[in-house]
C-alpha cells in the first residue's frame, strides 16, 4: 500500500500560552539532512523570523521549520530579533542540529513581543526523538483567524509529498505566501528543487489573494531528505502544483467572512504577466467581489476593474470578453433570462469570472474570495 507521508520526518505540537487552549507551536523537522528551498515577503517590516530563515535558507540546506502563531514578532525590535533567535536555537539544540537548519516562521499580531517566560518553560519540555510527523496536528497549531487546518499529500512513485499551510487574511503574496510549508522524501537537487518550487508558487500562492495585503510574515518553504530516491522531476513538479494549488483554493474558500471562492480566468493576454495583472485587478476590487457576495450578475464591475490599468493601452473594449462560468456577460447584452441565470448561478459556493482580452496568447489564474460583513468582524476585533 502506498504509504501517504513522506518518510523520515518527526515532529510535535504544544501550547506556548500564545493561544488560550489550542497548540500554538510546531515543529516538523527530517532525521537526516535535507536539501531545501524557500521564498519570503518582500515586505519592508518583515519580521525578525524572516530575516533569520531568509539567511539561513540561502545555503538550501533546511532540515524543517518551527512555527509559533498568534504572535507574529514583528515590528519589536532588537528583543524581537533576539526572541526568535533563542526560540530556533533551542529547538535546534533539542535535535541536534545547527540553528541556520531550521526556518522559524511567526503569525499572529503585530507589535507585541514573545511571552518568553512560557516559551522556554515549554519548550523545555521537549525531548529528542520527536514523534512521526503529524501534519494535521502541526497545520491546526499554525492557525490563527482560519477555520479550519489545511493540509494535504500527493503521492509520486516510492515517494510521497505532503504540503501545510495557514492564512485566511492580509493575503496577497509578493514572493510566495502566508506560512506554508511541504515535506517530501523525494531526492531532489537543490538546484531543481529550488527552480521547481519557485514556477509553482508563481503559479499557485502568488495568484492569491483575500484582501490586497502583504503580511510581514510570509513565508514559503520545501525540505527534501531524499529517503524515497530520485523521482520524475516532471512528475514531481506536477504533484508540487497538485498540492499547492489544493492549498491555494482551501485558503481562498477559508478567508476571513468568506461564503465562496472565486477563481479568475484571463486568457489571450500579451503575455503571462499582463494576465496576472489583469486578474489581480479584478480578484482585488472590492466591488467585484461585493457583487459576487450578492450574487449580482454586475459585469460592468468586472469591466471597470480591467479598465482602471490604464497603463495596458493594448487592451480594447471591443476585444474584451466577460463571462460568469460558460455566460457571456460581455460585449453582447445579456437578456433579463441571461441575467437571472447568471444571478442564481453566482449562489454557489465557487464563482469563475472568465475575462478574454483578444490580444495574445498570455493566460493566468488567480483565486481569491468574495468580501462580506464577516471580513469586517473578524479585522475589527482581532487583537481582542
Known sequence: MQQMTPRGFRGTTMNMGLKDAEDDFAVVVSEVPARSAAVFTRSRFAGPSVTLSRDAAAAQRNRGMVVLSRN????????????AAEVRRRVAEIVG???????????????????????????????WPFPE???????????TTDTRPK???????DAVLTGIA??????????????????????????????????????????????????????AAIFSNGLAGPVDLDEFEQALHTCALRLVRDIASDGEGATKLIEV??????????????????????????????????????????????????????????????????????????????????????????????IGDGEFTVYGCDLTEGYVKVNADYTT
Open 151 to 157: 493540509h494535504v499529500s500527493v503521492p509520486m512513485g
Open 265 to 358: 480566468r484571463v486568457r489571450g493576454a500579451r503575455d503571462h504577466a499582463q494576465a496576472k495583472r489583469v486578474g489581480k485587478s479584478i480578484i482585488n476590487s472590492p466591488l467585484v467581489k461585493t457583487a459576487m457576495h450578492g450574487a449580482d450578475p454586475n459585469w460592468g464591475r468586472v469591466a471597470m476593474a480591467i479598465g482602471k490599468l490604464e497603463d495596458e493601452v493594448d487592451i480594447k473594449p471591443a476585444g474584451v470578453n466577460i463571462a460568469f462560468g460558460d455566460l457571456p456577460m460581455y460585449p453582447e447584452e445579456p437578456s433579463d433570462e441571461l441575467l437571472e441565470k447568471a444571478a442564481r448561478y453566482l449562489r454557489g459556493d465557487e464563482v469563475v469570472i472568465d475575462v478574454g482580452l483578444g
Open 72 to 83: 507574529a514578532n514583528v515590528a519589536t525590535g532588537r528583543v524581537g530579533a533576539e526572541n
Open 133 to 143: 510527523a503529524d501534519y494535521a496536528a502541526a497545520s491546526s497549531a499554525m492557525m
Open 166 to 219: 495557514k492564512g485566511v487574511g492580509m493575503i496577497e503574496p509578493n514572493m510566495a505566501t502566508l506560512l506554508t510549508f511541504f515535506f517530501t522524501d523525494a531526492d531532489v537537487t537543490a538546484q531543481d528543487l529550488d527552480e521547481i518550487f519557485r514556477r509553482v508558487m508563481d503559479k499557485t500562492f502568488n495568484a492569491l489573494s483575500i484582501d490586497t495585503d502583504t503580511s510581514t510574515s510570509d513565508t
Open 97 to 127: 542540529i545547527a540553528p541556520d537548519e531550521l526556518v522559524i516562521g511567526s503569525t499572529g499580531v503585530i507589535g507585541r513581543p514573545y511571552p518568553m517566560d512560557s516559551i522556554r518553560e515549554g519548550i523545555g519540555t521537549l525531548a
